[in-house]
Every structure is written in C-alpha cells, then in structure tokens.
C-alpha cells in the first residue's frame, strides 16, 4: 500500500477563511447599499432637508452677521456659523433615523435582518454608513450656499476629505444613538415626541452657533461632554480656509469615533429588543 501524504485541506480551509474584520465590513457595506437604495424612490427628502440649513444661513446668520454681538476672535460670524450649521444639518439627518427603524419593524423587514446570519453589529454598522451617506447631500448643500454667500472655505484636496470624514462619523454617531432610543421606545409617536426634545438642546449646548467661552460655566461644561461640540470644531478647522480646532483635530476625532464605537456596541446589543 502507497503511503498518502497528510491532507492539508484543513490547513487550506483555515487560510482561506475570511478575515474576522474584513468579513463585518462587507456585512456592513451590504447593509448600508440597501439602506441607501431606499433614495432612489424618494429625492424629495433629500431637498426638504436643504431647505433648513439654508434658512439658517440666509436668515439667522445674514442678521446675526450684521448685528455683530457674538464674539468670534475676530473670524467673520458667517464664516463661523456655517460649520456649525452643517454639523446641525447632519444632526437633523441622523437623530430622526430611528423611525425608519421603528418602520422596518412595522412592515416586517426587521424580522428578516434579524433571522439572517449577518451579525447585529454589521447590521447597525450598515445604517450608520448609510446615514453617512444621506448626511453628505447635506455637506454638499452647506458647502455651495456657503461659498456663494462669500464664506471663506476651504479648497484643499485632505481637508475636504477630513470634512467629508467628520460629517459621515458625526451621522454614524446619532443616527446610532438614535437606534438605540428607537428601541427602547419601540413606536413613532413616542420617538417623535423625545426626538424633538432631545435635538435642539444638543444643538444649542454646543459650539454651533456661539462660542463655549460665553456660555455660563454649567452649559459649558455640559458642551464640553457633547459630542456634537467636536463634530463642529473639527468642521470648523477642516471646512474654512483660515479655519482652526479649539480642542485639537486629533481629540476631536478621537471623541467621535469613541463614542460612535461605544454606541454601535450598545446598539448592537438592544437591536434585538425591537421586534420584541
């Protein structure tokens, strides 16, 4: 009897096993293509949406421009509100994700995700990319109006990346923080009603609009604890061409991703309690 050599199909099945990492990203991409689908059926969110931002730019801040009573260290107040403004844009585009969620549950897709072998963390990694996505029709919008109402932005190749970089983080980071009130309310009327409390204290609590130096010591400290405060001064520093960070680009960042990190994990844990 010819003696056979050992098998080595073990050892091959083990080398062609995906990658852990690259195998949750796909999974997550996946997601985030069908989520983003959804658009082709309906533009028209996408310019209600631009309606907002440019309301604030072209009211609230050609006044506020003109009255000149918030101290911005000498930077123009329009050029100061726009990142501001597109930070609040993403926010509005994210926070009320929740009820597309609530949405799936009611018509029955959730059920599907859930019974898939796709785990829960590429599922609720998929919707925040494509909340992404959806944020960077906002980014656009912003950037044009600002550039047309004669604020000073940026051109530069990486700071434009960076600036695309911060507004799909800071949509991942509340469009997920969303997920998780969704699934704890579990209906629309009640995330409608907790969605609108919960959006303009984040915004206002924030640099966005006016400096932290002249808010009381108690609100400062609560917009240094916001995490929308270092999506803005990261924009800040990335959307203008004389723009610069307060707290540094790189703890900005480090804020965002941690707390977007920290929340997907939440996330992923509750998301099955919605179909409950």
């Known amino acids: ?31 985030a293509e069908m989520d ?10 996408l310019l209600t949406r631009a309606i907002q931002p440019m309301l604030w730019l072209l009211l609230f801040g050609e006044v506020m421009a003109r009255s000149r009573t918030i101290p911005t260290g000498g930077m123009d107040y329009l050029d100061f509100l726009a990142p501001g403004i597109l930070a609040q844009s993403v926010l509005f585009v994210a926070i009320f994700y929740g009820i597309d969620v609530i949405w ?26 494509a909340v992404g996505a959806r944020a960077l029709s906002q980014l ?12 000073n932005v940026s051109h530069d190749p990486l700071a434009l990346l960076g600036l695309v970089a911060v507004a799909w983080i800071g ?16 209906t629309r009327e009640r995330f409608m009603g907790i969605g609108q409390v919960l959006t ?10 006016y400096p932290i130096a002249m808010m009381p010591a108690w609100l400062q400290a609560v917009a240094h604890a916001n995490p929308l405060s270092y ?13 610069h960070s307060s707290f540094g680009l790189g703890l900005d960042f480090a804020v965002l991703l941690t707390v977007t990190a920290l929340l997907i994990a939440v996330a992923a ?4 309690r919605l179909a409950i």
């Open 1 to 31: 009897m010819n003696d056979l050599p050992p098998s080595d199909s073990a050892d091959s099945r083990r080398t062609q096993a995906p990658n852990p990492l690259v195998d949750l990203l796909y999974k997550s991409l996946v997601i």
């Open 36 to 45: 983003v689908r959804k658009l082709r059926h309906d533009f028209t969110e």
């Open 104 to 129: 799936e549950r009611d018509m029955g897709v959730l059920y599907k995700l859930l019974a898939s072998p796709t785990p829960r963390t590429a599922l609720v990694l998929g919707k925040a990319l």
């Open 140 to 151: 656009l919008v912003v950037f044009v109006l600002s550039a047309l109402l004669g604020v």
């Open 171 to 186: 949509a991942a980071l509340f469009s997920t923080f969303s997920l998780i009130i969704a699934c704890i309310v579990k």
């Open 200 to 209: 303009m204290p984040l915004f206002f609590a924030s640099n966005a609009i």
């Open 231 to 243: 999506q803005v001064d990261a924009l800040r520093a990335l959307m203008l061409a004389d723009g």
């Open 269 to 272: 844990r509750m998301y099955p």
